[in-house]
């Protein structure tokens, strides 16, 4: 592009010694350091950088700050790409590249632009009332359309590769967190700073000063911008203050927790350096909260306000007396309050041709006189009712207006090739609602106020209560700091500073105007947008009231005014005015839409962090786990556990090495890893009464030595998990749990213990990681553990099953356990996790089979040992899976009064039986439905599912576990079990034990 | 994010915390004299309020104590800590 | 076959052929030590040897007085501290939860034998964790990247212990040391031992850490 | 009711769009009705369509206490499905999408029905158990159901991250290709615009406090707007079940919690089917505007406030960026919540109650927009004939006194 010829003043928050080069939608511009991309592109002049969501009608950049709705633009490329920023809030860097979204082929010619001629045809909700055509199958237009329109919508792309950025969390606490580093933050926070508080102060922007960068203000006589260093250079001393500039507090939860992003590695442009995060997510916890957020300039609504050179009166201010940059030569102002006529009074100090229409019939003397003086032409009670131009602003109109904004006079045309509108303020309150406190209107101020909050402790203070004098602002924020202050308990006599602020001496309220409504003959007629960016204009809203789409929401979803990236920051109010106009119901009666977080979009990576790739949960590993990992284990995720699934043999499939490691333990010995099984350490004198409450079974009976099985189930009588419990001492028992329940079931006798039974003396503690288990099984294990070096006699009638026993094995102590789930005589060694290695290692070295979970499950499957989690979902009794026999008829226990029920006594319900295909080579299909008839029509009669299945090595067959309907009774029937291909395979009802029926061999 | 008080340790953030739902539902002694009906209202039936609830929360992972407060389960304003039985909060 | 996900700092040890008659015990963190990062001093991290832990749980602050002032010295605490001496170091978790770091296995032994005849439920959980040392000038930021309680000097002074949790890891974290930046002693369960390892490696990567040698594991 | 179309959309252009009549009028509540509806969502809307479609009963009143469809119809992630486990779920929810499938040429409105694909990723070895059951059950019911392996998936999902080396790699999925999405407000006001064309009065701003009986028989409702009489009445107000029961005088098995979602900024097609994952927990879709709608479990604690903590939000985003490591840049827009009431057996209440001429129509917990239209056209049957149908006579309220509970939790996620 040709020169940056709208730069014509020296901006406060650029550097013009160092220029950066960057390039939009393929075309070399250059700006200046603190420039933001929009300030930049703005020195070249005010044209079209994006375009409307459903008319596609060329727009430009509107605002200076996070409300812009125009200037979406897709940032870099590849990786690194970030679709929908926003120009204004992107900090300019050196060789930047940033393209216009949402224009088919370019910005300047877009073919979307077509819709804006089918305009009469797509009014609001129009896809409610259209492609419903098609027959029965409706949808058919729907669906033909329904790709071009996602085509047409979305704005930017997402990235196509994953991110090479880093992202870092980090909490803090203080006893106030000032949000807003404007006239009112500052001054809250130089208060609370005083009073000895812990602060934190955090603003949006990359400078501090707010508002005042944005022009001459004084503060106590001087330049306000000195008041700023001085207040910042006090805080930089302080001990515990934490200054947070470039972090936008998106969001505000209960007890005052704080979100917060801040740009870290990203501000001098990718790549950010290393180690640095792009952006690092402040999650901050405050005892009080000060509310210094400002407020959002508001325009009102005339025909073809979207042309670009359209801005917000404000934001003209920011780009002169921020970045120095004019984007017009003749400008017009709309105003109905104040602020325009500083903005009005520098721009014409800088030689531009200023025309300023206020809307009201008398405004302040002093004001209209000070512009005057500089060459300002003031039209008083004149609005803008329509501006000229396509893709630049090339005239304007006004009119005189009446009080409730209707036009009064026949248009008056103007030269202008710039236009501020400036309409009132919106206080940025969206953080105070976060926590479901509704604002409230202020007639006066013609705005929504944040309630009184201090109950919740947040303290507002500045712009954001409505209050528009840098005097009150200042007031309001020390006020503020010193309240935040003394409620999170700081109390220390300070003096209160002497701040004035040079503001008008004799102001005038704002006019009320939502919309200039130009029917005048001879009136620019046009679309007057109410939400730039969904492009809802004033007729939209007026077809909502016709169609009874009424209440705020309504008008909101049925229109998607303020559903746009901007979340309606500028069209909202303005919104639900006119629809109150429509409804006579004035804006305190529409009331708002719920604002909820964030405040401003953050990228999903700030949420995330460095949970992410490896770090994304933490990963449980056993004392023997580095063993497996070199010894060709594959692993299963079980709860955050590794386990080893199967040891594979170079070359060996999967099924090959588990009917290896299956066969190794049936006939040789085998050691299993069974470090994740939980172990409860239970010490006092009532374990007894605890585990009759929590087992189905009873436990008096156990004698020091021994060990007895157990189910534990939930009051609705369901199984929830099961274990063996060993007694060491007279009052000294060991409760094992299944790996996933460990914790779940440690917390569920805490609880009983706790809150019901407080009286009851018995200590859990968990030890499942004091020790490590390795199983050791097979016919030969008793051989292999008496090759060991041990004091522990392992001859049957000292060590039988279900017992324990301790001493010392290989110099070490350790506790055995003789229970058995392979259904061979086994082992379980638990000894101090540090030996594991050793003794595994050992063990290996002494020729015993390694095996892993799935050999384990064929194991205990053969046996008829069910798996909970697997044979039972938390619908299945003990009787359903016939184990009747353990559960007690005379005591009471947890879940017992549940067997009474219709449903769960009935005799017909789901047991668990075995199944041998009738084909023996068959291996039936897991989660298999089992039905009579498998030819019937679906929905099909299906009588229950097989739960587990596998190839027996021992019996040359698939086999399979199954809970089915009423199958105590249905021994020996032949069954189906439906496949996804449409056929079935047939099975017989068999006993679920399929292997050593009298449990000869585990005795053994 | 709550800040929940817990009796023993203090203020901590509602992460180290699991939830236990109503209060003060207690066991019926001999459960096999309730009807099926009285049964399920103890297994299944809630009060559920809207406003000041009483609800149970455990430190799992703090200092691993159920404890009880009064939350206001539209607003979430919450406080009034109570213990159970068996142990007394030490003054901190 | 190793899983590529596995990027651990290990040795691994190939089942060693002697036929060793007594068990030699083994750490999950055992590697060498190593310098990394712009400003090493940041934070350094260091692996304590393995502990002699005891769980000790009692209702009666008498018994417990009583079954640890003569073998300790230490006596119960009601405050969330830490009190220690050259033998032991005595942590309170919780109303009737201590936890005991005996700094010899004798003392943890003597301790155990005499279990049987006190009111006081001790049980031995030695290998059930790991202790990890950070120390340096940022070690206060690595640790608030994760933990949610208040680590400030005023807020956890110290012999000030914790029990919360890092991130999805529950850890008890002591604050041993005030000075130049403090020092912590986090102590963890022996399975995540080696996660919470690289996730603090990971965290102190913006800062800059050393790594300090293991212990004789 | 001006019939909707692309004529009638033309014929009214020419006139500036100025004669479109009231979508549904806002009438001056009648002194009594055969029948009141409490609560004007979907699920409300739906059954005072039916009833009057179905079996002639139009005197009917739709209480609504804020504005139509603002509930959890309007705050959902606006899923279709019907892949559920147990029979009794395959037929209601397979009722809800059958009926779905017509329910634009139905009510001429079109809600926007997007039959895409919902796909449910499994991660380890219980979850393949777990879906080959699933699957396999939902076919026996004749609800269309297949697995997936991990190539297909990537080749549906091409932004999906398969690689093996993940912390929970994909290991395979199922898929129904008749679910989807569509527009919940469109539902809402179909319904609605519907059930006002046969003449039922759709109340807004109406707050009901209190529940009358006269000998144990539903006699009147207390509104903000004045008494109303009524024969029967029929509660449908989600969250608030609870509040309702406790003006009639019982308890219900059910506790509120806040259920949280949230959008992405709009961003040009990334993602054309649903993607649903229980064991990297989090499930998202995009929308027709081009959003990443994205939600996942429900917060712990009992709430009405309609919203919930950030560490909810913090975990779905870290499982979404698991999953979909190249949306790390997209940006979040905006979070919100809704009050969703959740039974022991995650499965809903659809049933007479104790008091006569009272019904509930409760329990959807996380699954209420999926199961809009059988829930509404199942409780008009309840409702007409004083008698659930075969489809909702599972789902009655006594079952938690009988024990024939329908678990829908599945086996309690416990791995062996």
Redesign the interface.
């Known amino acids: 592009m040709d020169g940056a010829t709208y730069r014509v003043l020296d901006g406060c928050r650029i550097n013009k010694d160092k220029p950066l080069d960057f390039w939009f939608n393929g075309e070399k511009f250059t700006g200046y350091a603190g420039d933001t991309l929009a300030s930049a592109l703005l020195a070249y002049g005010a044209f079209p950088v994006g375009r409307g969501l459903k008319y596609h009608r060329p727009r430009g950049i509107y605002t200076a700050g996070s409300e812009e709705p125009n200037a979406l633009i897709q940032l870099e490329t590849g990786g690194r790409t970030q679709p929908n920023l926003r120009a204004t809030q992107v900090e300019l860097y050196g060789n930047l590249i940033a393209t216009s979204v949402n224009a088919w082929p370019s910005i300047n010619f877009d073919l979307w632009r077509v819709n804006d001629w089918l305009s009469p045809l797509l009014p609001a909700g129009f896809y409610y009332k259209t492609f419903m055509g098609g027959g029965v199958a409706t949808g058919r237009w729907w669906r033909l359309f329904e790709s071009s329109i996602r085509r047409a919508a979305g704005f930017g792309k997402a990235p196509s590769a994953p991110d090479p950025d880093r992202y870092e969390r980090m909490n803090a606490h203080c006893d106030v967190l000032v949000i807003g580093a404007g006239p009112a933050g500052l001054a809250a926070a130089a208060a609370a700073v005083k009073m000895g508080c812990r602060v934190i102060l955090a603003d949006e922007q990359a400078q501090i000063g707010g508002d005042l960068l944005a022009d001459d203000r004084e503060i106590n006589g001087a330049p306000a911008l000195d008041w700023v260093g001085a207040t910042l250079k006090t805080l930089s001393k302080a001990p515990d203050v934490r200054v947070l500039n470039r972090t936008t507090v998106a969001g505000l939860y209960d007890d005052n927790f704080v979100i917060a992003v801040e740009s870290v590695g990203d501000r001098n442009g990718p790549p950010a350096p290393s180690q640095l995060p792009r952006l690092r997510m402040w999650r901050i916890r405050a005892r009080q909260i000060v509310l210094a957020t400002g407020a959002h300039e508001r325009p009102y609504v005339f025909p073809n306000n979207d042309v670009p050179g359209v801005l917000l009166g404000h934001a003209i201010r920011h780009y002169a007396g921020g970045y120095g940059v004019v984007p017009g030569r003749r400008v017009l102002l709309g105003t109905t309050n104040d602020s325009a006529y500083r903005t009005a009074r520098m721009l014409s100090e800088a030689g531009l041709g200023v025309t300023l229409a206020d809307s009201r019939e008398a405004p302040p003397p002093s004001l209209v006189e000070a512009v005057t003086r500089v060459g300002v032409t003031v039209e008083v009670g004149f609005a803008i009712s329509a501006v000229r131009g396509s893709r630049r602003v090339c005239g304007a109109e006004i009119s005189r207006i009446l009080r409730d904004g209707a036009v009064a006079s026949a248009p008056r045309s103007m030269e202008a090739d710039l236009v501020g509108v400036s309409g009132g303020w919106n206080p940025a309150l969206h953080l105070a609602s976060h926590r479901g406190a509704k604002p409230v209107w202020n007639e006066t101020q013609a705005c929504f106020v944040p309630s009184n909050l201090t109950a919740l402790g947040i303290h507002a203070a500045g712009a954001v209560t409505g209050v528009g004098a840098l005097a009150d602002c200042l007031d309001q924020g020390h006020a503020a700091g010193r309240a935040a202050s003394k409620a999170a308990g700081k109390i220390r006599r300070t003096r209160k500073p002497v701040i004035e602020g040079d503001d008008v001496a004799d102001p005038v309220p704002l006019q009320k105007i939502w919309a200039v409504d130009n029917r005048q003959p001879g009136g620019k007629r046009g679309k007057a947008f109410v939400d730039l960016q969904n492009d809802v204009t004033t007729r939209d809203i007026a077809l909502a009231a016709q169609e009874n789409y009424r209440s705020v929401e309504h008008l909101k979803r049925y229109t998607t005014l303020g559903m746009g990236t901007d979340q309606g920051k500028t069209s909202n109010v303005i919104g639900l005015a006119l629809m109150g106009q429509q409804t006579a119901l004035e804006p305190e009666a529409m009331g708002v839409t719920t604002f909820r977080p964030p405040y401003t979009p953050i990228p999903f990576g700030a949420l995330v962090g460095r949970d992410q790739g490896e770090l994304f949960d933490p990963v449980r590993e056993t004392p023997m786990f580095d063993w497996h990992v070199a010894n060709g284990a594959i692993f299963e995720n079980v709860q955050l556990w590794k386990r080893a699934y199967a040891y594979l043999k170079p070359g060996e499939t999967l099924e090959q090495a588990v009917k290896r490691e299956v066969l190794a333990v049936r006939n040789g010995v085998g050691i299993m890893d069974a470090s994740t099984l939980g172990k409860i350490d239970l010490k006092g004198p009532d374990i007894v009464k605890l585990l009759n409450m929590v087992y189905t079974n009873r436990w008096d009976t156990l004698k020091v030595g021994s060990a007895r099985y157990g189910l534990m189930c939930r009051e609705d009588g369901m199984i929830f998990d099961d274990g063996v419990t060993a007694r060491l001492g007279k009052d000294h028992y060991v409760m094992t749990t299944t790996s996933g329940n460990a914790a779940i079931v440690l917390a569920w006798l805490e609880e009983w213990l706790q809150t019901e039974w407080p009286d009851m003396q018995v200590f859990a503690t968990s030890i499942t990681e004091a020790y490590a288990t390795t199983t050791v099984a097979g016919p030969t294990a008793r051989d292999l553990m008496s090759s060991l070096d041990s004091d522990i006699d392992w001859s049957n009638d000292a060590f039988p099953h279900m017992t324990v026993r301790t001493g010392k094995v290989m110099g070490v102590p350790a506790r055995v356990f003789r229970v058995s789930f392979s259904g061979e005589t086994s082992y379980e060694i638990n000894l101090p996790a540090r030996y594991g290695m050793a003794l595994w290692e050992a063990l290996v070295v002494r020729g015993a089979i390694p095996f892993g979970t799935e050999a384990l499950h064929v194991l205990r499957a053969e046996k008829g040992f069910i798996l909970v989690g697997q044979e039972t979902d938390g619908t299945v009794t003990p009787f359903d899976v016939g184990m009747g026999w353990a559960v007690s008829k005379k005591k009471d226990f947890i879940g017992k009064r549940s067997y009474a029920r219709k449903d769960t006594a009935r005799q017909d319900r789901k047991h668990l039986v075995g199944l041998l295909p009738v084909n023996k080579s068959t291996v039936l299909p897991e989660g298999g439905q089992i039905v009579d008839d498998a030819d019937q029509e679906a929905p099909m009669a299906m009588l229950g599912h097989v739960t587990s299945s596998y190839w027996s090595p021992m019996l040359n067959s698939g086999f399979a576990l199954a809970l089915l309907k009423n199958g105590r009774n249905r021994s020996g029937d032949t069954i189906h079990i439906l496949s996804l291909d449409g056929n079935a395979d047939e099975a017989r009802v068999v006993d679920p034990v399929f292997y050593d029926k009298e449990r000869a061999r585990m005795r053994g | 994010m709550l800040l929940i008080q817990c009796p023993y340790c203090g203020p901590r953030d509602e992460s180290e915390f699991d939830y236990g739902g109503e209060a003060d539902i207690v066991r019926p002694k001999n459960p096999e004299k309730l009807s099926d009906a009285e049964w399920a209202d103890y297994v299944f039936f809630r009060t559920n309020t809207k406003g000041r609830f009483k609800e149970r929360w455990v430190h799992t992972h703090g200092c691993g104590r159920w404890f009880k407060i009064v939350r206001n389960t539209t607003t979430h304003e919450h406080g009034d800590v109570t213990v159970f039985g068996g142990v007394e909060p030490e003054a901190e | 076959m190793k899983p590529e996900w596995l990027t651990r700092y290990f040795t691994t040890r190939k089942g060693r052929g002697c036929v060793a008659e007594i068990l030699t015990p083994s750490h999950p963190l055992s590697f060498p030590s190593r310098e990394s990062g712009p400003d090493a001093a940041c934070v350094i991290l260091s692996v304590e040897p393995p502990l002699a832990l005891l769980d000790l749980r009692c209702r009666d602050k008498a018994a417990l007085n009583a079954f640890l002032n003569e073998p300790t010295g230490l006596g119960s605490s009601t405050v969330a501290a830490r009190k220690t001496n050259p033998k032991a170091s005595l942590s309170r978790l919780g109303p009737d939860w201590w936890q005991l770091r005996c700094h010899s296995r004798a003392l943890a032994d003597h301790l155990l034998d005499k279990a049987d005849d006190t009111l006081v439920a001790v049980t031995d959980i030695s290998d059930a964790y790991v202790a990890i040392c950070l120390s340096g000038s940022r070690v206060r930021d690595v640790l608030a990247k994760a933990a949610t309680i208040d680590l400030h000097r005023e807020a956890f002074p110290v012999d000030s212990v914790a029990r919360t949790l890092l991130g999805r890891v529950t850890v008890i974290v002591t604050c041993t040391k005030a000075d130049s930046g403090g020092a912590f002693d986090i102590v963890v369960s022996r399975s995540n031992a080696r996660f919470l390892w690289n996730w603090l490696i990971d965290a102190a990567r913006e800062y800059g850490y050393t790594l300090k040698s293991a212990p004789e594991a | 009711m001006q019939r ?3 004529f ?3 014929r009214n ?1 020419l006139s ?3 004669n ?7 009438p001056v509540p009648r002194q009594e009705y055969d029948v009141i509806i409490i609560g004007g969502g979907g699920h409300g809307l739906a059954t005072a369509y039916y009833l009057a479609a179905e079996h002639g009963v139009t005197n009917v009143a739709v209480l609504e206490k ?2 139509i ?2 509930g959890n119809t ?1 705050r959902n992630t606006s899923i279709i499905r019907s892949n559920y486990l147990w ?1 009794e779920s ?2 209601i929810y397979e009722k809800s999408l059958k009926l779905y ?2 329910l ?2 139905v009510l ?3 809600i ?4 895409r694909g919902v796909m449910n990723l499994a ?4 979850d393949l ?9 939902i ?4 609800v269309d159901s ?2 997936l392996t991990p190539a297909q998936i990537k080749q549906l999902v091409p ?1 999906l ?1 398969t690689s ?5 790699p994909i290991l395979g999925a199922s898929l129904q290709r008749r679910g989807g999405i569509a ?1 919940h ?2 539902v809402a ?2 319904y609605a615009r519907g059930a006002d064309a046969f003449g039922v009065d759709i109340i ?1 701003n109406c707050d009901v406090i209190g529940i009358r009986r006269k000998g144990g028989k539903v006699s009147e409702v207390e509104t903000t707007s004045g008494a109303i009489k009524a024969k029967k009445v029929g509660v449908a107000v989600a969250g ?1 079940a ?2 309702l029961a406790e003006m009639a005088g019982f ?6 919690h806040p259920l949280q979602a949230m959008v ?7 993602l054309d089917c649903v993607v649903m994952s229980n ?1 990297v927990h989090v499930y998202v879709s ?1 929308s ?3 959003e990443l709608v994205i939600g996942a479990g429900i917060d ?8 919930g ?3 909810v ?2 975990s779905q ?2 499982a ?3 999953l979909f ?12 919540g809704g009050i969703v009431d959740i039974c ?1 057996d995650a499965s809903p209440i659809l049933s007479k109650t104790p008091v006569e001429g009272l019904y509930f129509n409760c329990g959807w917990g996380t699954g209420g927009f999926k199961a809009t239209p059988g829930s509404g056209w199942a409780f008009a049957h309840t409702i007409a004939k004083d008698e659930p149908h075969p489809i909702n006579s599972p789902f009655s309220l006594d ?7 329908i ?1 829908e ?8």
């Open positions: 909707y179309s692309i009638s959309l033309a252009a500036g769009h100025r479109w009549p009231q979508a549904w009028r806002s804020g504005w469809g603002g309007g029979d395959a037929a499938e017509n634009t040429s001429n409105f079109n926007m029905l997007s039959q991660h380890n070895e219980h158990k777990e879906m080959s059951r699933r699957v396999r059950a076919r026996g019911n004749g297949e697995i932004a991250n093996k080396s993940r912390r929970y527009r407000d469109a006001w179909g807004q608030h609870s509040v308890r219900l098995p059910v506790d509120s992405s900024e709009p961003l040009k097609p990334i064991t995009q027709d505007k081009g712990a604690f009992n709430s009405y406030a309609q919203r903590s950030w560490r939000i913090e985003m870290s979404l960026v698991e490591p190249i949306f790390s840049r997209v940006r979040l827009m905006r979070t919100w022991p079952r938690f006194i009988s024990g024939a509970l678990n939790h599945g086996a309690a996620a416990v791995a062996h």
